[in-house]
Antibody, heavy 122, light 109 residues
Framework: QVQLVQSGAGVWRPGASVKVSCKASGYSFTTYGITWVRQAPGQGLEWMGSISANNGNTNYAQKFQGRITMTTDTSTRTAYMELRSLRSDDTAVYYC???????????????WGQGTLVTVSS | QAVVTQEPSLTVSPGGTVTLTCGSSTGAVISDHYPYWFQKKPDQAPRTLIFDTYNRHPWTPARFSGSLLGGKAALTLSGAQPEDEADYYCLLSYSGSVVFGGGTKLTVL
């Protein structure tokens, strides 16, 4: 069965960087991209960006441009999302989900990771 | 960036019918926005209910249906169950990006 397993929760200092991992299993990793979505406490869902696991092409939300890097490692079937210069308002649960194509009617975001709580605090 | 709007909250009686809507600041929502609908419960990952306007996943209960209605995307719940109480989010696709709506808190009461 398809599974996306994310790295564990933690606390990071303001100004630091966090790198969240998302390990995929149960499907052909390079056939689908990975999208990252976050939810701050009491807030809604927010699209951060997507990456193709086939060629590494990325598409970041304008809000995060310059501060975010998404990568994949096909040998370990793992996707990564790095967010730099953390601020307190980056405190959120970060989710990975399968798929990166929202423009052709595909069932993108059909499977989700369990979420990773990132707390930014001094 | 476009703004996607949803009703902040709605209430439905058990067994009742309710329609949630999803509008776009750029104008009417059309099929080329490929609307998605997600269900989100506390301490759980989102669950995708509908993709490409009206397509269900195998795990999506038949009581959920998607459509375009009056220039908006719509999610209709027919025969609400207590377990349907949750937050619901729509997602619309634009040129080069996607945007979530602010979410609708659905109460079954």
């Amino acid at each position: 069965q398809v599974q996306l397993v994310q790295s564990g929760a933690g606390v990071w200092r303001p100004g630091a960087s966090v790198k969240v991992s998302c390990k995929a299993s149960g499907y052909s990793f390079t056939t689908y991209g990975i999208t990252w979505v976050r939810q701050a406490p009491g807030q809604g869902l927010e699209w951060m960006g997507s990456i193709s696991a086939n060629n590494g092409n990325t598409n970041y939300a304008q809000k995060f441009q310059g501060r975010i890097t998404m990568t994949t490692d096909t040998s370990t079937r793992t996707a990564y999302m790095e967010l730099r210069s953390l601020r307190s308002d980056d405190t959120a649960v970060y989710y990975c989900a399968r798929g990166d194509d929202f423009w052709n009617g595909y069932d993108t975001l059909d499977y989700w990771g369990q979420g990773t709580l990132v707390t930014v605090s001094s | 960036q476009a703004v996607v709007t949803q009703e902040p909250s709605l209430t439905v009686s058990p067994g009742g019918t309710v329609t949630l809507t999803c509008g776009s600041s750029t104008g009417a929502v059309i099929s080329d926005h490929y609307p998605y609908w997600f269900q989100k419960k506390p301490d759980q990952a989102p669950r995708t209910l509908i993709f490409d306007t009206y397509n269900r996943h195998p795990w999506t209960p038949a009581r959920f249906s998607g459509s375009l209605l009056g220039g908006k995307a719509a999610l209709t719940l027919s025969g609400a169950q207590p377990e349907d109480e949750a937050d619901y989010y729509c997602l619309l696709s634009y040129s080069g990006s996607v945007v979530f709506g602010g979410g609708t808190k659905l109460t079954v009461l």
